[in-house]
């Protein structure tokens, strides 16, 4: 059975700190997602990564995939009130069908 | 272009009674998703429709969560009767991903706002 194990399952930092969280799995993925939900809304896609090694920056965000693409990261630089939220990593499980399977999250708050 | 769509936003109702969610999704997205998200967890797939048709409904507790597409467009998901472990948020997702294109497309999912059930 294919997993995400994301970490950590909860984070909480003050503005302008810098943090990293991970998706980890013991399965090889051909691409892994990145999504953002704030409190009280559907989560929101933020990036594929598609290639082992890969590295993709979207603003103050970087993602990263594992070169044997079993593992992801996320890293956010100065960190603001606006990045507070649940950041969900996901993986396709099944190309018939198109399943994703989704870790369950961590979640990050921002204080100012 | 319009978002997903889903109403009601919040319900909050007794064990054993019914209850029913409507999702629109984005239009000319043929696959349609129904997850189940427990407070602090990820979403949990409950069914996923290609245009009509299910594709997959082997997480849907069939003995009382119930789910159609009628017309290849909008959705309703179904629980009667509901239980306290109901209690969780329902996102609907829609993405243009079919399965005569499965390997050469990432499946990106567009989220409605879920509605937000208690059970009591």
């Known amino acids: 059975t294919q997993l995400l194990e994301q970490s950590p399952q909860f984070l909480s930092i003050q503005e302008g700190e810098n943090l990293t969280v991970y998706c980890n799995s013991s399965?090889?993925?051909?691409?892994l997602q990145w999504y953002r939900q704030e409190p009280g809304e559907g989560p929101v896609l933020l990036v594929t990564v598609v290639t082992g090694g890969e590295v993709k920056k979207l603003k103050r965000l970087t993602f990263q995939f594992g070169d044997a693409r079993k593992d992801s990261s996320l890293h956010i630089t100065a960190a603001q009130p606006g990045d507070t939220g649940l950041y969900l990593c996901?993986?396709?499980?099944?190309?018939?069908?198109?399943?994703?399977?989704f870790g369950q999250g961590t979640t990050l708050q921002v204080k100012p | 272009e319009a978002g997903v769509a889903q109403s009601p936003r919040y319900k909050i109702i007794e064990k054993r009674q019914s209850v029913a969610f409507w999702c629109n999704p984005i239009s000319g997205h043929a696959t349609l998703y129904w997850y189940q998200q427990i407070l602090g967890q990820g979403p949990k797939l409950l069914i996923q429709?290609?245009?009509?048709?299910?594709?997959?409904d082997s997480q849907l507790p069939k003995d009382r969560f119930s789910a159609e597409r009628l017309k290849g467009v909008d959705s309703t998901l179904k629980i009667q009767p509901a239980k306290l472990e109901d209690s969780a948020v329902y996102l609907c997702?829609?993405?243009?991903?079919?399965?005569?294109?499965?390997?050469?497309?990432?499946?990106?999912?567009?989220f409605g706002p879920g509605t937000r059930l208690t059970v009591l």
């Open positions: 996901a993986g396709p499980i099944d190309y018939n069908t198109g399943k994703l399977i």
């Open positions: 399965s090889v993925f051909s691409s």
């Open positions: 997702a829609s993405s243009r991903w079919s399965r005569r294109i499965s390997r050469s497309m990432y499946n990106e999912q567009f």
């Open positions: 429709f290609q245009n009509n048709g299910v594709v997959d």
